[in-house]
C-alpha cells in the first residue's frame, strides 16, 4: 500500500498522462482534429478521471458530480498557494456573465492541480482546447466574473477519505425505477448518496 507521499505522486503523475485530453465532446464538433476522440475531459472531469485510475489506490470511487462536489470532500483548504504541496487542487469561483446559466454549488466554476512548480497548474480551462499545462493559475475568463481562489489540500483524498463536509448540499441522486404494470418509469422519491453510484463513475467521462 502506498504511503500518502508515494500516492500524492502517483496522482499528480497521472495528471500528466491526460495532457493533449480535449474538452469536452460537444465543443468538438466533426471539424475538429480532437471529434474522434475516445475520452474527452473538462476541468471536474480530469479530477474524476485521476480518481477513478486511482480508486483502488485511494480505497474510495469519487462521486459522478462537478467541481462543487469535489471542493466540498476537501476540507483542508490554506489562505495561500506556498502551502500547496505537488497535486493539490486549485478550484475557483465566480459569477456567471450569462444570466440564464446554471448556478454551481457555492459558485464553483473551475478546478486545476497546481503542478509544484511557481504558480503552474494543470487543466481543462477552455472549451475549444485540450488538457495543458498552464503558466500560472491566475487567468481572466469571458464566461464568469469576481474570480476568486480557492487552495485545497489532497489530503484527505490520499487517506482514503472522500466524503461531502458540507450541511448546505447533500450531493444525492434521484432513482429512477418502472412502475408495476406500467410502461412508464416514474421518479421515485428516494435518495440515494454518491457512493451507490458507482455505475456513473465507469461511464465515459465528460
Sequence with gaps: MLDPAELREKFLHCALEYIGAPYHRRQHGPESPFHNRKIFLDCCGLIRRICHDLKKELGFIIGPWNQGYQFD????RYISIRQLE????????????????????????????WLGEGVKTIGARWKKSVVEIHETY???SRSYTNMRYHFCSIDTWLKGVCESVCIVHPWTRRVYSAR?????????SQRVRERDFVSDIERTWE
Design 73 to 76: 470532500t476537501l476540507p483542508v
Design 86 to 113: 505537488p497535486g493539490d487542487l486549485i478550484f475557483v469561483s465566480g459569477k456567471y456573465v450569462k444570466p440564464n446559466a446554471k448556478k454551481q454549488a457555492h459558485n464553483m466554476v473551475h478546478v486545476e492541480i
Design 138 to 140: 491566475e487567468y481572466v
Design 180 to 188: 408495476p404494470h406500467s410502461s412508464r418509469n416514474k421518479i421515485q
